[in-house]
């Protein structure tokens, strides 16, 4: 079992810039892939970016070029940082970190909004 906590959501100014971070816990050793999703009421979660293991990263069309992520597999840690935000960009963005055999995790989300 893993154990998935975030940090890091908040208010911010459209074009600003915000750091999310995520630590997993437990049966760290297996988890192969981990990553970010947001959601905003009425829709569905979806992706925004993840990195396996081995440093391949899949990164959202929506946030490409203004979004980075970064994970270390030895501190079982995910990094999310947020530049030039929009508006669009609010939601509750979630950890969610893949063990092998295919159990998920999930964090209990942070809340981001982009707002003047």
């Known amino acids: 079992q893993v154990q998935v906590v975030e940090s890091g959501g908040g208010l911010v100014q459209p074009g600003g810039s915000l750091r999310l971070s995520c630590a997993a816990s437990?049966?760290?050793?297996?988890?192969?892939?981990m990553g970010w999703y947001r959601q905003v009421p009425g829709n569905e979660r979806e992706l925004v970016a993840r990195?396996?293991?081995?440093?391949?990263?899949t990164i959202a069309d929506s946030v490409k070029g203004r979004f980075t992520i970064s994970g270390d597999y030895a501190k079982s840690t995910v990094i999310l940082q947020m530049n030039s935000l929009q508006p669009e960009d609010t939601g509750v963005y979630y950890c969610?970190?893949?063990?092998?055999?295919?159990?998920?995790?999930w964090g209990q989300g942070t809340q981001v909004t982009v707002s003047s």
């Open positions: 990195i396996n293991i081995g440093g391949t990263t």
């Open positions: 969610n970190v893949v063990q092998y055999g295919g159990v998920q995790s």
């Open positions: 437990g049966r760290v050793f297996q988890i192969y892939d």
